[in-house]
């Protein structure tokens, strides 16, 4: 029977890598660092990998110097992978023309993220991974955890055969840190896929005193244009490897992949070319419109580099009249965006293609993890039915100043009503998505149920506001996008209801779970008017617990995450009560036996005096509270923080439009200073009978509330 696990893209991808090699040389950065960290965990732990010895894990002191690291090993005749991201990926790039120059097999692990351009972030696109595609480097890309959980394998496999060295990517956070159920590999199919040969091979092309070369000359103009071309060979063999590999991983597995795969209607006319985790959206959105007798199609892109633009003519139908092509990046300045290039190109190279002269044009989408729904694929397949459907567009944001961007309707959905949704809002580091993590592998533990979470984080870290987003359901989900119609909302901070919509995901009917310091009797009067409408519009069931008073109680201190959790299990009806308290307490164990007795023991009271305190709240016929939403800034602070900041701060950045935002990055300065979080639960007070003017609590306080002043003791003589 198939092995079946929750993970995450990290997990899934550091599974395969670290048996498949001999070294990992790291410097972890966002959002590819757990990969790394988790083969440092099991270099440390005694693991093994496929041929019995434990790989050597080493962390360099920046990216450059695990590029280097890798080369050097890989020279050695090493079997070397490293685990990066977006700069990170970048400072690699000199070593990675001389590894790719000199044909040797690795595997680059690369949850892709933005580039620091007019500003930093840490989320999500495809701008590092375009960056280096002129390295040299093969690139596979996977679209889901499952994908690159397989991915990763097929990569290695692919380059020991071929020795041009491959990155595998995957859309850092949605896919690198979404947990889904998926089909694991043993290790005895890992070694089906492994050619010993091969890797005795690489060991043989060692620098080796004992048959010494020398690798790595200076050449000049007379020969090295013929020898940057030797290669040629390499790169046009690797497509028919790669799929070699996809069908071999087939035959052990089931799971099929191509080159590209097509989902959709055979006599489609309009289709959308895409890669990455948006594919998994878009597939979800034909196969909805596809039910409803509308013939569309998408082509998911697996392997980019090198591109086979046969192997695309021959995956899209022959019906297809009008294609979208969709990037996950922006190159300033060129005509196209880099896989809009690709299959302009491909299109010209077929003289058949051109015969039948299909309109290809380009958008752009998703950038920074902007969200990519299925009201967004829509309206990209509804503008390819147009006369003259417009060329390199936006989707997902209101450009008002080029005028790029395509309208949407955001309330077209298309999940099935037969999966249950549900979002958690908490604090950067109160356990909600630690909770919730255990949550969706206690509910993955039945084989008949499909589950899958997503995180959102705010770049802030601890102490910032996390949206956690779960699904569960019979058949696998592939919905790569954030919950929008929750059947149950849990906000795990009450002043959050203040502060931002959280009933907005609410659907109609949805149960309501709030922490409140406020009893069941007394907490509508506390409630804003807004939700309170809210509530009563959608007809949401209410339910409160004062969670910080039960962790207190049970001695936890302000961590709430299992009280919460124990409420989800109680209220949501996924499994029955004693069933799922039981699984709480297991899985308890599991997460904190190492910590002791007494961490488990207060953790297992907790979950035991939760129900008590859980009590429904009477809703009224109609709203009457007294009670406004905060506003997010001042009215009193600046222009550009009361129309830009503020928004931000209320959780509506996404409404703002292009204009809004500086043209270079430049920002204004002091604008912290207007931000007014309020999410201590106790306010420190200065006690100067207390005091011995230590100046421990002025370094400590994380709300800067408590200032001192060093002043010569002169000054105070007066």
Same mark, same amino acid.
């Given at each position: 029977m198939t092995d079946r696990k929750v993970l995450d893209g990290n997990s899934a991808a550091a599974h395969v890598a670290y048996r498949v090699n001999d070294v990992c040389a790291i410097y972890p950065i966002t959002p590819s660092s757990p990969m790394a960290e988790l083969a440092d965990q099991w270099s440390a732990e005694g693991r093994t990998n496929i041929w019995g010895d434990v790989p050597q894990v080493v962390e360099m002191q920046s990216?450059?110097?695990?590029?280097?690291?890798?080369?050097?090993?890989?020279?050695?005749?090493? *079997?070397?992978?490293?685990?990066?991201?977006?700069?990170?990926?970048?400072?690699?790039? /000199?070593?990675?023309?001389?590894?790719?120059?000199?044909?040797? /097999?690795?595997? $680059?692990?690369?949850?892709?993220?933005?580039?620091? %351009?007019?500003?930093?972030?840490?989320?999500?696109?495809?701008?590092?991974?375009?960056?280096?595609r002129t390295t040299g480097f093969a690139q596979l890309c996977s679209a889901s955890v499952q994908m690159a959980h397989d991915f990763a394998l097929i990569a290695q496999a692919a380059t020991l055969e071929s020795r041009v060295p491959f990155i595998h990517f995957f859309d850092g956070f949605r896919t690198s840190h979404e947990l889904n159920k998926i089909e694991m590999l043993s290790d005895s199919q890992i070694r089906s896929m492994i050619d010993l040969e091969q890797v005795l091979a690489h060991r043989r092309r060692a620098?080796?005193?004992?048959?010494?070369?020398?690798?790595?000359?200076?050449?000049?103009?007379?020969?090295? $244009?013929?020898?940057?071309?030797?290669?040629?060979?390499?790169?046009?063999?690797?497509?028919?490897?790669?799929?070699?590999?996809?069908?071999?991983?087939?035959?052990?597995?089931?799971?099929?992949?191509?080159?590209?795969?097509?989902?959709?209607?055979?006599?489609?006319?309009?289709?959308?070319?895409?890669?990455?985790?948006?594919?998994?959206?878009?597939?979800?959105?034909?196969?909805?419109?596809?039910? %409803?007798?509308?013939?569309?199609?998408?082509?998911r892109v697996n392997l980019f580099r090198p591109f086979d633009g046969t192997a695309l003519l021959n995956a899209l139908p022959e019906t297809a009249r009008s294609i979208a092509v969709l990037d996950r990046t922006k190159e300033p300045g060129a005509p196209c965006d880099p896989l809009h290039a690709d299959v302009l190109a491909a299109i010209a190279d077929s003289p058949e293609w051109q015969r039948r002269a299909p309109r290809v044009v380009g958008g752009r989408y998703g950038l920074s993890s902007k969200e990519f729904t299925p009201a967004m694929v829509k309206a990209v397949l509804d503008e390819l039915d147009r006369k003259a459907p417009r060329n390199r567009f936006t989707i997902g944001i209101r450009d008002d100043v080029s005028g790029t961007s395509l309208d949407y309707d955001p309330t077209f959905r298309t999940e099935s009503e037969d999966v249950l949704r549900a979002v958690f809002y908490g604090l950067g580091a109160d356990g909600t998505v630690g909770a919730n993590k255990n949550s969706i592998k206690i509910l993955g533990e039945d084989p008949s149920r499909e589950v899958q979470a997503y995180f959102v984080y705010d770049s802030k870290k601890s102490g910032s506001r996390t949206v956690s987003h779960l699904r569960f359901g019979p058949r696998p989900i592939r919905s790569a996008y954030l919950v929008d119609s929750a059947g149950f909302v849990g906000c795990h901070k009450f002043d959050f209801l203040s502060q931002i919509d959280v009933l907005g995901v609410a659907a109609p009917g949805a149960t309501l779970l709030l922490n409140s310091p406020h009893a069941a009797d007394e907490v509508w009067d506390k409630l804003p008017r807004k939700v309170q409408e809210e509530i009563?519009?959608?007809?949401?069931?209410?339910?409160?617990?004062?969670?910080?008073?039960?962790?207190?109680?049970?001695?936890?201190?302000?961590?709430?995450?299992?009280?919460?959790?124990?409420?989800? $299990?109680?209220?949501?009806?996924?499994?029955?009560?004693?069933?799922?308290?039981?699984?709480?307490?297991?899985?308890?164990?599991?997460?904190?036996?190492?910590?002791?007795?007494?961490?488990?023991?207060?953790?297992?009271?907790?979950?035991?005096?939760?129900?008590?305190?859980?009590?429904?709240?009477?809703? /009224?016929?109609?709203?009457?509270?007294?009670?406004?939403?905060?506003?997010?800034?001042?009215?009193?602070?600046?222009?550009?923080?009361?129309?830009?900041?503020?928004?931000?701060?209320?959780?509506?950045?996404?409404?703002?439009?292009?204009?809004?935002?500086?043209?270079?990055?430049?920002?204004?300065?002091?604008?912290?200073?207007?931000?007014?979080?309020?999410?201590?639960?106790?306010?420190?007070?200065?006690?100067?009978?207390?005091?011995?003017?230590?100046?421990?609590?002025?370094?400590?306080?994380?709300?800067?509330?408590?200032?001192?002043? *060093?002043?010569?003791?002169?000054?105070?003589?007066?």
């Open positions: 990216e450059g110097g695990a590029a280097g690291a890798i080369h050097g090993a890989l020279q050695g005749g090493a *079997l070397t992978t490293t685990f990066t991201a977006s700069q990170g990926l970048l400072l690699m790039m /000199p070593n990675m023309y001389k590894i790719a120059g000199e044909l040797t /097999p690795a595997v $680059f692990h690369v949850a892709a993220r933005s580039l620091a %351009a007019q500003g930093l972030s840490i989320f999500g696109d495809h701008q590092d991974v375009m960056a280096v620098l080796n005193p004992n048959h010494p070369v020398i690798r790595g000359t200076a050449q000049n103009p007379d020969v090295y $244009f013929q020898a940057r071309e030797t290669v040629n060979p390499f790169y046009a063999n690797l497509a028919g490897i790669v799929s070699d590999k996809m069908a071999q991983l087939e035959k052990l597995t089931g799971r099929g992949y191509r080159l590209f795969d097509y989902f959709g209607a055979p006599d489609a006319e309009r289709v959308i070319v895409i890669m990455g985790s948006g594919a998994e959206t878009a597939r979800e959105t034909v196969e909805y419109l596809n039910d %409803a007798d509308d013939p569309v199609g998408v082509v009563i519009d959608k007809d949401l069931s209410v339910h409160v617990i004062d969670a910080g008073a039960v962790a207190r109680e049970a001695g936890l201190g302000g961590r709430t995450n299992t009280i919460m959790q124990t409420c989800f $299990f109680a209220l949501s009806g996924v499994l029955p009560k004693a069933d799922a308290i039981q699984r709480i307490k297991q899985s308890i164990t599991a997460t904190y036996g190492a910590k002791g007795e007494e961490v488990v023991a207060r953790n297992h009271a907790a979950v035991d005096q939760t129900l008590a305190h859980l009590k429904p709240v009477k809703i /009224p016929a109609k709203a009457y509270g007294k009670v406004a939403m905060s506003d997010p800034v001042p009215a009193e602070a600046p222009e550009f923080v009361r129309s830009v900041t503020g928004l931000m701060l209320a959780g509506r950045g996404d409404e703002l439009p292009v204009s809004a935002l500086p043209v270079d990055g430049t920002w204004p300065s002091g604008t912290t200073r207007w931000e007014k979080r309020g999410i201590a639960e106790f306010v420190p007070e200065w006690d100067p009978e207390l005091c011995i003017q230590c100046g421990n609590c002025v370094m400590v306080c994380p709300h800067a509330v408590i200032r001192s002043k *060093l002043v010569p003791e002169s000054s105070l003589a007066e």
